[in-house]
């Protein structure tokens, strides 16, 4: 007997990976995600082979007819949406002075529109449905500090937080709860193709950026990790009304309340 169902965008690398393979675990039904398809189906065939339960789709969280048609297939093959990982990603860093407008409105693209399409899709099927449901963003600790290189990536990630509190307050009469989950440096693909960027940038080097910019400002000088992450994604996949709309912070106290 499935718990439920749960999309996860993003979901074939990662943080969202590590999701969707936990979820499935616990007895979800999950649909990965991504607009990387063949990597998605990958870990989908490697789901079913296990027995669990997953799909994968193409979606590129930027495209509202491509988000449309993801969740559309999500409710053709499993009958609900009962929760959605808006987590899909990119960070692009430059200098603020030379940031090109184009890799701005890129992580526009991604962060806000992405962020937005996709709650909105589930949202829109949590509440026809009747049965409400929870929509978690992977925010940041850059939704509450300022970091250098990272002017967009702090904005949007600022407003993917202001947005779940929004969305919590409306979806509330409809018993669709908000979260926003906001890992500090987590060792994934993601990170380690800015580690020589950031090394270039601020003239230092990688082992430099690791220690004296990722990890600097924690109280134990730790990563999070991919399983952090999956953890408190278990644990809001069990009805945490008491917590809708708000931000949950796992930072090693990196930006403490
Ligand atoms: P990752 O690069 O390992 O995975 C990101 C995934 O997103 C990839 O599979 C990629 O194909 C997919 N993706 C990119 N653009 C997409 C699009 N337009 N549509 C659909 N999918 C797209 O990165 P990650 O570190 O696992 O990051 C996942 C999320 O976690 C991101 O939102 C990121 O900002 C956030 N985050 C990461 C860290 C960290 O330190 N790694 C910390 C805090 C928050």
Redesign the pocket.
């Known amino acids: 007997m499935l718990k439920g169902t749960i999309l996860i ?9 590590a999701c969707a393979e936990r979820m499935a675990e616990e007895g979800w039904a999950v649909v990965v ?4 398809l063949p ?2 189906e990958a870990l989908v065939r490697d789901l079913t082979d296990r027995g669990l339960t997953a799909m994968a789709v193409r ?4 495209d509202e007819d491509e988000v449309e048609a993801g969740f559309d297939r999500m409710t053709e093959r499993f009958g609900s949406c009962d929760m959605v990982m808006s ?5 692009i860093v430059h200098p603020f002075e030379d940031y090109p407008f184009a890799d701005w409105k890129k992580m526009m ?3 806000a529109d ?1 962020a937005f399409l996709v709650s909105r899709a589930a949202y829109r099927r949590m509440k026809a449905s009747g049965k409400g449901g929870r929509i978690v963003f ?5 939704s509450f500090v300022g970091s250098k290189l990272k002017e967009p ?1 702090n904005f949007a ?1 600022h407003g993917v937080a202001g947005l779940a509190k929004a969305i919590a307050r409306e979806g509330a009469e409809h018993r669709i709860y908000t979260y926003t989950i ?10 380690d ?1 800015q580690l020589p960027e950031q090394a270039a940038s601020l003239g230092i080097t990688e082992e430099q950026v690791i220690r004296d910019v990722m990890l600097r400002d924690t109280v134990d000088g730790q ?2 990790t ?1 399983e952090d992450v999956a953890n408190t994604l278990v644990f809001l996949s069990q009805d945490q009304g008491a917590l809708t709309g708000q931000s949950i912070r796992l930072t090693h106290g990196w930006a403490m309340m």
């Open positions: 965008t993003g979901a074939a690398s990662g943080i969202g990976k995600a991504d607009v990387a990597a998605a979606m590129d969280v930027s987590n899909a990603g990119v960070q693209a991604i962060h992405g992977t925010g940041s600790v850059q990536y990630k906001c890992p500090s440096f987590v060792r994934t693909p993601l990170v193709k990563f999070t991919v």
